[in-house]
């Protein structure tokens, strides 16, 4: 399934892509107006060979959770079973995830990858359904374990590469699930109590930047912790030595199995060509693994927000993505996901709904002529318009020196 995945994968679609610029160039605005906005619905139309592209929506959120062996290292003062009491929450709904789920009109799905307790028993969905259309629906529980959390990645390797391969081909199967009932954007989301740190090494190990840059202080851990986190994620990269051209070995050795999973959500997306919106550090580590498996896999995510994490940022460098928002969160859960949501709607909405030039009768702004005589002024083209006719800068043409109203090229129209 990994491999038939990855050769499913496949660059951008160019022609969508120009004239998705073009007709962003037609609309009633200023070209460039819209900022990030208008590179994003061109990358959404190259991913959909489309233009317009369709609309992210409905969403899924895919919120995986798994737990892990280096917690007994003392990265977190959070005891490793509130990763299923908070599986609990989700399913119940009480969780800050569900009511920006509800907010956004997103599904739900928790996937159990890794958790080390026993899940809390919840009532099965009434209707067995998937619960994405709509966001209305009570959320759902996958169980896919993998084994009950990983190894201790600072004395051994954190899941032998047949363990991370699971993890990854239950990611594929998510996504293609949730896509087979509707989706049209997959959102990333995670729970694990000390995920961070395999996290910070993941990032580490794809990127090549100092532990330090890499490792955050997750929850908010004091300094004492947060310089034990930072050195347990170095000597666990000078242990295995993960080679970066080696994406499932990597997250073999020091990753998580929501990690592992989460690359394989991402790479199934990219593969039906569906985009994915990232949320936090946990989700660019993810996404890094997927990028080294399928370099055009790149296409299909979108940055919700920069974390507060440092990793993340250094991951989204690594990766040429730049984040929608920052508001300093680092919840995760899927939560900075949900709330870039309406930004990528909105970057598609404006290709399907906004008026150009020609349908709406508004005049365009005035050109510079295709040639320009050797006495003109050499004002770049893009302000000759601009100081067209009487809208003269004070004191003539900043350029030439050229008095007001006289003969300069830069204030004909």
């Given at each position: 399934m990994?491999h038939t995945?990855?050769?499913?994968?496949?660059?951008?679609?160019?022609?969508?892509?120009?004239?998705?610029?073009?007709?962003?160039?037609?609309?009633t605005?200023p070209a460039?107006?819209?900022?990030?906005?208008?590179?994003?619905?061109v990358r959404?139309?190259?991913?959909?060979?489309?233009?317009?592209?369709p609309?992210?929506?409905?969403?899924?959120?895919?919120?995986?959770?798994?737990?892990?062996?280096v917690?007994?290292?003392?990265?977190t003062p959070?005891?490793?079973?509130?990763?299923?009491?908070?599986?609990?929450?989700?399913?119940?709904?009480?969780a800050?995830?569900?009511?920006?789920?509800?907010?956004?009109?997103?599904?739900?799905t928790v996937?159990?990858?890794?958790?080390?307790a026993?899940?809390?028993?919840?009532?099965?969905?009434?209707?067995g359904?998937?619960?994405?259309?709509g966001?209305?629906?009570?959320?759902?529980?996958?169980?896919?374990?993998?084994?009950?959390?990983?190894?201790d990645?600072a004395v051994?390797?954190?899941?032998?590469?047949?363990e991370a391969?699971?993890a990854?081909?239950?990611g594929i199967?998510v996504?293609r699930?949730?896509?087979?009932?509707?989706?049209?954007?997959?959102?990333?989301g995670d729970?694990?109590i000390?995920?961070?740190?395999p996290?910070a090494?993941l990032?580490?190990?794809f990127t090549?930047?100092?532990?330090?840059?890499?490792?955050?202080?997750?929850t908010?851990?004091d300094d004492c912790?947060?310089?034990?986190?930072?050195d347990?994620?170095?000597?666990a990269?000078a242990?295995?030595?993960?080679?970066?051209?080696?994406p499932?070995g990597?997250?073999?050795?020091?990753g998580?199995?929501?990690?592992?999973?989460?690359?394989?959500?991402?790479l199934?997306?990219?593969?039906?060509?569906?985009?994915?919106?990232?949320?936090?550090?946990?989700?660019?580590?993810?996404?890094?693994?997927?990028a080294?498996?399928?370099p055009d896999?790149?296409g299909?995510?979108v940055?919700g927000?920069?974390?507060a994490?440092?990793?993340?940022?250094?991951?989204l460098?690594h990766?040429?993505?730049?984040?929608?928002?920052?508001?300093?969160?680092?919840?995760?859960e899927?939560t900075?996901?949900l709330l870039?949501?309406?930004?990528?709607?909105?970057?598609?909405?404006?290709l399907?709904?906004?008026a150009?030039?020609?349908?709406?009768?508004?005049?365009?702004?005035?050109?510079?002529?295709s040639?320009?005589?050797?006495?003109?002024?050499a004002?770049p083209?893009?302000?000759w318009s601009w100081w067209?006719?009487?809208r003269?800068?004070?004191?003539?043409?900043?350029?030439?020196?050229?008095?007001?109203?006289?003969?300069?090229?830069s204030?004909?129209?």
């Amino acid at each position: 399934m990994l491999h038939t995945t990855i050769a499913a994968i496949r660059p951008l679609d160019e022609p969508a892509m120009v004239a998705a610029g073009e007709l962003q160039g037609r609309l009633t605005k200023p070209a460039g107006s819209l900022g990030a906005l208008e590179e994003l619905s061109v990358r959404l139309a190259g991913l959909a060979c489309a233009c317009p592209p369709p609309l992210p929506e409905p969403a899924a959120v895919a919120i995986f959770a798994g737990d892990h062996g280096v917690h007994a290292q003392g990265v977190t003062p959070w005891p490793q079973e509130v990763t299923a009491q908070m599986i609990g929450n989700f399913l119940a709904g009480g969780a800050v995830v569900n009511a920006f789920a509800r907010q956004a009109g997103a599904s739900v799905t928790v996937v159990d990858i890794g958790v080390a307790a026993p899940l809390p028993v919840v009532p099965a969905q009434a209707d067995g359904s998937s619960g994405v259309s709509g966001g209305t629906k009570t959320p759902r529980l996958v169980a896919a374990n993998v084994r009950r959390g990983t190894r201790d990645l600072a004395v051994t390797a954190a899941l032998t590469r047949d363990e991370a391969r699971a993890a990854v081909e239950t990611g594929i199967r998510v996504a293609r699930e949730l896509i087979d009932a509707g989706a049209g954007i997959l959102l990333t989301g995670d729970m694990g109590i000390g995920n961070t740190t395999p996290a910070a090494a993941l990032i580490a190990a794809f990127t090549g930047v100092d532990p330090a840059e890499a490792t955050g202080r997750g929850t908010g851990v004091d300094d004492c912790t947060y310089a034990r986190k930072i050195d347990v994620v170095r000597a666990a990269l000078a242990r295995h030595a993960p080679d970066p051209a080696d994406p499932l070995g990597v997250l073999a050795a020091v990753g998580g199995l929501e990690h592992a999973a989460l690359a394989g959500l991402i790479l199934g997306a990219a593969a039906r060509r569906v985009p994915v919106l990232l949320d936090g550090v946990i989700a660019v580590s993810a996404a890094l693994a997927a990028a080294a498996f399928a370099p055009d896999a790149v296409g299909a995510m979108v940055a919700g927000h920069r974390s507060a994490e440092p990793g993340a940022t250094a991951g989204l460098r690594h990766l040429g993505l730049d984040p929608l928002i920052d508001l300093g969160l680092r919840l995760g859960e899927g939560t900075g996901a949900l709330l870039a949501l309406p930004v990528v709607t909105g970057a598609v909405r404006v290709l399907h709904e906004v008026a150009t030039f020609d349908s709406a009768g508004v005049a365009e702004k005035v050109s510079a002529p295709s040639s320009v005589p050797p006495w003109a002024c050499a004002w770049p083209a893009g302000e000759w318009s601009w100081w067209a006719g009487e809208r003269w800068p004070p004191g003539g043409c900043r350029r030439c020196s050229t008095p007001a109203r006289t003969s300069c090229w830069s204030r004909r129209s």
